[in-house]
């Protein structure tokens, strides 16, 4: 993200769903900070096996592992067994983020990474949140935060919105891009 002035290095780990697999699992999760949980829209096994998955993921993961529920194969709309609506409530369900791809086609591959990506970069800016955002702006308070900074973060948040799913998604983002307009023009 050059906008943000910063880079999140992926390293992919592809750790197929049969059971026969699962057990090398623990040695890839245990320091992951993100995962991707993948099923296919024209298989319902794989489906239903997104919540033993996720169970998994999250017994040996770090705490704040960012997930992404991902159904792939939307190229094959005639063939499709498993709804969006069924696997957005799945998402809801297991409070984690759903996209939809197409490998074959490429829809949505970079976007995944793209989310990801500023989920790891949120995590980091969460301190910048708590001591700007989460204070009151009095009149006439004086914030010291440079250029560059508050470019960033404007970028950051406005990148934010294109992944807002909820009008309360929507609406936190616009707050926070409204808090650095009023930062800036209070700018030391």
């Not at 890839?28 to 239903?48: K, P, Q």
């Not at 040996?60 to 709309?77: E, Q, Y």
């Not at 800016?125 to 009095?138: A, P, S, W």
């Given at each position: 993200?050059e906008?943000?002035?910063?880079?999140?290095?992926?390293?992919?780990?592809?750790?197929?769903?049969?059971?026969?697999?699962?057990?090398l699992?623990?040695?890839?999760?245990?320091?992951?900070?993100?995962?991707?949980i993948?099923?296919?829209?024209?298989?319902?096994?794989?489906?239903?096996s997104?919540?033993?998955?996720?169970?998994?993921?999250?017994?040996?993961?770090?705490?704040?592992?960012?997930?992404?529920?991902?159904?792939?194969k939307?190229?094959l709309?005639?063939s499709?067994v498993?709804?969006?609506?069924?696997?957005?409530k799945?998402?809801?369900?297991?409070?984690?983020y759903?996209m939809?791809t197409?490998?074959?086609?490429?829809e949505?591959?970079?976007?995944?990474?793209?989310?990801?990506?500023?989920?790891?970069?949120?995590i980091?800016i969460?301190?910048?949140?708590e001591t700007?955002?989460?204070?009151?702006?009095e009149?006439?308070s004086?914030?010291?935060?440079?250029?560059?900074?508050?470019?960033?973060l404007?970028?950051?948040?406005?990148?934010?919105?294109d992944?807002?799913?909820?009008?309360?998604?929507?609406?936190?983002?616009?707050?926070?891009l409204?808090?650095?307009?009023?930062?800036?023009?209070?700018?030391?």
């Amino acid at each position: 993200f050059e906008e943000l002035d910063t880079s999140v290095r992926f390293m992919i780990w592809d750790l197929a769903g049969q059971n026969q697999f699962q057990r090398l699992w623990t040695d890839y999760l245990t320091d992951s900070r993100a995962g991707i949980i993948v099923f296919d829209v024209t298989n319902r096994e794989t489906f239903e096996s997104v919540k033993k998955w996720y169970d998994i993921i999250t017994k040996v993961a770090l705490p704040d592992i960012t997930l992404i529920l991902v159904g792939n194969k939307v190229d094959l709309n005639d063939s499709r067994v498993i709804s969006t609506e069924q696997a957005v409530k799945l998402a809801k369900d297991l409070s984690i983020y759903y996209m939809e791809t197409s490998a074959k086609t490429n829809e949505n591959i970079k976007e995944v990474f793209e989310w990801i990506a500023l989920q790891i970069i949120n995590i980091n800016i969460e301190v910048v949140k708590e001591t700007i955002f989460d204070k009151q702006i009095e009149e006439g308070s004086k914030f010291i935060i440079s250029s560059p900074q508050l470019k960033m973060l404007n970028t950051y948040f406005t990148k934010q919105l294109d992944f807002c799913i909820g009008k309360s998604d929507t609406k936190e983002v616009i707050k926070y891009l409204d808090v650095l307009k009023s930062i800036q023009g209070k700018k030391v």
